[in-house]
């Protein structure tokens, strides 16, 4: 049930930094992989910056979030270096 719960804020958090960045996402599985990576970049900055790792639902989706807008923003500027 942990595993589903898991996807299911990864895929949430994908979306929604789909919508913050420019684009609508990524479809259901990209939004998935864009949110599980972001959920650990950001679980990893978290850590840093001295967030718990025993967080509940709302912060993990909100550490998610964070994590995946990064990763997006990272993706963009290499994007953006490929076509020059």
Same mark, same amino acid.
């Given at each position: 049930?942990?595993? %589903? ?6 895929? !949430?958090? /994908?979306? &929604? ?6 684009? #609508?996402? @990524? ?6 992989? *864009? #949110? %599980?990576? #972001?959920?650990?970049? #950001? ?5 840093? *910056? ?7 639902? @709302? !912060?993990?989706?909100? &550490?998610? %979030?964070?994590?995946? %807008? &990064?990763?997006?923003? *990272?993706? /963009? &500027? ?7």
């Amino acid at each position: 049930m942990e595993i %589903v719960i898991f996807l299911l804020i990864g895929a !949430t958090a /994908g979306w &929604i930094a789909g919508r913050i960045m420019e684009g #609508g996402g @990524f479809g259901l599985l990209g939004n998935m992989i *864009v #949110g %599980v990576i #972001g959920s650990f970049l #950001g679980q990893y900055l978290g850590g840093v *910056v001295g967030f718990g790792a025993d967080a509940g639902i @709302f !912060t993990s989706l909100l &550490i998610a %979030v964070v994590g995946a %807008v &990064i990763l997006l923003f *990272v993706v /963009g &500027i290499i994007k953006n270096l490929a076509k020059k």
